[in-house]
């Protein structure tokens, strides 16, 4: 099985897939789980719910099946009158997601300066702090203790920060 195999089978029997889809998205309407606002695909697998209030009678049936085939034909209309119209939307998603990501790994960039410029300001002082403590030590005499001269200071790790999808 091959993209093209599968382009020929669906040229071939166009009809009866354009049946199929109406009949199985009036079932999802009509089941609660989709509506005729917005359609789109993430490919999320859901688990099955057949509760009592998700069967409905043959004429409600009917009413869903005349708005999916509604909507199938209003989308196959704008395909046929603009074929490039769904990639330039998706192109248009996709910059609208690049610009936002952009944006927020920009602020956390922000942040992250601030962070690190709070550390340095933190470390001069602790270091500032330590040699005005030397300094006194070695006016009052005292030597320096063994384990000050051995033991270097430890760094504090560089600030980290996520850039969350959405805010």
């Known amino acids: ?6 382009a020929d089978f669906r ?5 009866a897939l354009e049946d199929l ?13 989709a509506s005729l606002d917005r359609v789109a695909q993430d490919g999320v697998r859901v688990r099955a719910s057949a509760g009592a209030a998700s069967f409905r009678r043959h004429s409600t049936l009917e009413d869903c099946r005349e708005e999916a085939a509604q909507a199938v034909r ?4 704008e395909a046929s009158r603009d074929p490039g119209a769904a990639s330039r939307r998706e192109a248009a998603a996709r910059l ?13 960039l922000t942040l992250t300066r601030e962070l690190h410029g709070q550390q340095q300001h933190r ?18 005499g005292e030597s320096e203790p063994e384990k000050e001269k051995e033991q270097p200071r430890e760094k504090e790790p560089a600030p980290r920060l996520r850039t969350p999808r959405r805010e």
Request: glycine share 8%; aromatic share 4%.
């Open 21 to 33: 889809l109406i009949d199985s998205f009036a079932g999802l309407v009509m089941a609660g789980v």
């Open 74 to 77: 209003g989308l196959q209309e």
């Open 123 to 140: 470390a001069r002082r602790r270091e500032e702090r330590a040699f005005r403590e030397k300094q006194k030590r070695l006016a009052a």
């Open 1 to 6: 099985m091959n993209a093209k195999t599968l």
């Open 11 to 15: 040229v071939g029997h166009g009809a």
């Open 96 to 108: 609208r997601a690049a610009c936002d990501r952009e944006r927020r790994v920009e602020k956390a």
